[in-house]
């Protein structure tokens, strides 16, 4: 499996999952052409001013913010980095607007390395339903889904969790009825007399 935020490079996905926070990939993926066309690669970002990125980015929630994540992040994998996407968390943690999310979902789509779960919104309520976690923390979710799944099944659960958090599992409404865990969900209504 793999991340439905479109790239090429492993800067084009981390410019976009900076993007994609508190956004749907699918605006992220109709704006990111245009942007990717035009700055290609890391130097290009490296050598704007914030407010240059405005006029591609001006649809996404937060795009100030973002904007001075994705220069400050460029100058810094430029000047400290040799212009290559860094491949530890460690090394990504140190880029502005770049938590332990954003680091697991670019070291496993663009390196392929397993290096922990990325917990969005969506694996936080599919986790919480399934009776995997108690707890709204991503961070102790992510924990704790590490100790009883596979590592090298990280990134495979983390897009499955996303993609049945986005489809049928979602904060507001439950299909359970649509849902392939629903024999074994403990959420689940299918059976139970509910609607």
């Known amino acids: 499996m793999k991340t439905s935020l479109d790239h090429e490079t492993p800067w084009q996905l981390l410019v976009a999952t900076i993007l994609s926070a508190q ?15 035009e700055l290609p690669d890391v130097s290009s970002y490296a050598a704007l ?17 973002k904007s001075k994540s994705i220069t400050e992040s460029a100058k810094l994998i430029v000047g400290e980095f040799g212009g290559e996407v860094p491949r530890s968390m460690d090394g990504l943690m140190r880029l502005r ?4 999310k954003t680091a697991n979902v670019v070291l496993s789509n663009a390196f392929g390395i397993n290096s922990g779960i990325a ?3 969506h694996c936080i309520t599919v986790a919480n339903r399934l009776g995997l976690a108690h707890t709204r923390d991503p961070n102790r979710i992510e924990s704790g889904l590490m100790k009883i799944i596979p590592r090298r099944e990280w990134s495979n659960v983390s897009h499955l969790f996303i993609a049945l ?6 904060a507001r409404e439950k299909r359970c009825g649509s849902c392939v865990l629903n024999r074994i969900c403990p959420s689940s209504t299918v059976g ?3 609607k």
């Open 192 to 194: 139970k007399g509910k």
């Open 165 to 170: 958090g986005r489809d049928v599992c979602t």
């Open 119 to 121: 917990i969005d919104t």
């Open 49 to 65: 001013r914030p407010t240059e990125l405005y006029k591609y980015i001006r649809s996404i929630g937060l795009y100030r913010s």
């Open 23 to 37: 956004a749907q990939d699918a605006h992220v993926n109709r704006i990111t052409p245009k942007l990717f066309r």
């Open 97 to 100: 607007g770049v938590g332990r």
